[in-house]
């Protein structure tokens, strides 16, 4: 288990809103969205439940194992560390592994550190970022499918997809208290302004995710510019997805070894 888990009282509340969030965004889908269309077929149906049963499940699984994984692998090999090229770590009192930083929420030096999820209430590093980018990935995948599947609905529910329709869209409270929706309209516009932007925010954490990876960086890496540790790409995906990347896409339960030990890494002849 990870003690550093959910430490922080901003943590506890973002995971708990993560957690609700994803439930809501379900039952809404399922319960309130698809019974509109008053679908005739029951495959049709039955294939829509099975694709929110699997997104939802696949999220929710690799999320576990964001949350379980130690951020700082092996405190006493930490310790005992003692790589001339390494930073002396004053609050853990440890010489520091290359790539690793200290975390001041998680209060712990967390190997390749990529950096601190609210929504995870841990760090993403070695041990977990293979789990993180899944979790990304079918959120991602989740956020276009409810937005698209919900779009005629929307229309139907706040008078088309005009301007009128975004105004109550981007501003549901103003349309509220001016009286241009009802309650149940109210909410369909908050549900609809909260799908539309986890769909902003997942895409842009996605694509970010995505073009590190590609350049084998963490987001400090990324940020000042560190280049030695690009091994070419195929490379760079093994060492953050581990050897069996086109299957961690299945399971969070499929093993896929990683090639480094978060001790030692392998460099390239980049220079910074």
């Not at 003690?3 to 309130?32: E, H």
């Not at 149906?45 to 692998?73: C, E, K, W």
């Not at 093994?238 to 050897?243: H, I, N, V």
Request: charged residues 15%; contains cysteine; proline residues 4%.
């Amino acid at each position: 288990m990870n003690p550093y888990f959910a430490r922080s009282r901003n943590d506890r509340l973002a995971v708990g809103t993560f957690l609700f969030g994803t439930l809501l965004a379900v039952w809404y889908l399922m319960c309130v969205v698809l019974p509109h269309y008053q679908l005739s077929s029951d495959y049709v149906i039955y294939a829509h439940y099975a694709t929110m049963t699997i997104l939802y499940f696949q999220s929710l699984a690799n999320f576990v194992m964001v949350t379980v994984a130690r951020p700082d692998g092996n405190c006493k090999a930490l310790q005992r560390n003692q790589q001339t090229e390494s930073a002396h770590c004053d609050a853990c009192g440890i010489v520091k592994p290359p790539r690793s930083h200290h975390c001041k929420v998680c209060d712990v030096c967390v190997l390749k550190r990529d950096h601190h999820c609210w929504f995870a209430g841990c760090c993403v590093g070695l041990r977990n970022h293979r789990h993180f980018v899944v979790m990304l990935t079918y959120l991602w995948l989740a956020a276009v499918y409810g937005n698209v599947l919900q779009w005629t609905f929307v229309g139907d529910q706040l008078g088309g997809h005009g301007p009128a329709t975004w105004f109550r869209i981007v501003a549901p409270h103003v349309a509220l208290l001016t009286g241009h929706v009802t309650a149940y309209q109210f909410f369909v516009a908050v549900m609809t302004f909260v799908g539309l932007l986890c769909l902003v925010m997942f895409s842009w954490l996605l694509q970010m995710q995505v073009v590190q990876i590609y350049h084998g960086q963490t987001q400090h890496e990324r940020e000042t510019a560190v280049t030695k540790y690009d091994l070419g790409w195929r490379q760079n995906v093994t060492c953050a997805l581990g050897s069996r990347w086109y299957l961690v896409w299945i399971s969070p339960w499929i093993p896929s070894p990683i090639p480094d030990d978060g001790y030692e890494y392998r460099t390239s002849a980049k220079t910074d």
